[in-house]
């Protein structure tokens, strides 16, 4: 089955970077198109929210807190997408979460298992 695997989480300073990934998993030929592919975050206590998304056609979307900061991109030959993470901030702190529309024989949206980012100094 479809699933992703997340990685590039970690603890980093304030003003430091991280650059996570998610890579789509499934069988070899099983995959007919990866759509929309996106970042979300949660906080403790609070709500699941977009962070960034990129369609297959390139075209991204970031929430107001991370433009000029973070970056979304995808190499379609790995079915990765990536979040590049600078000058991170302590309300950047939070569980970060992939999101893909998949199409295999049937149409999907799978969620990552998610990746802890803490940024303390």
């Known amino acids: 089955q479809v699933q992703l695997v997340e990685s590039g989480g970690g603890l980093v300073q304030p003003g430091g970077s991280l650059r996570l990934s998610c890579a789509v998993s499934g069988s070899r030929g099983s995959i007919v198109s990866i759509n929309t592919m996106g970042w979300y975050r949660q906080a403790p206590g609070k709500q699941r929210d977009l962070v960034a998304t990129?369609?297959?056609?390139?075209?991204?979307d970031y929430a107001d807190s991370v433009k000029g900061r973070f970056t979304i991109s995808r190499d379609n030959a790995k079915n990765t997408v990536y979040l590049q993470m600078n000058s991170l901030k302590p309300e950047d702190t939070a569980v970060y979460y992939c999101?893909?529309?998949?199409?295999?024989?049937?149409?999907?949206?799978?969620w990552g298992q998610g990746t802890l980012v803490t940024v303390s100094s």
């Open positions: 999101k893909v529309q998949v199409v295999t024989s049937r149409y999907f949206e799978v």
């Open positions: 990129i369609r297959s056609s390139g075209s991204t």
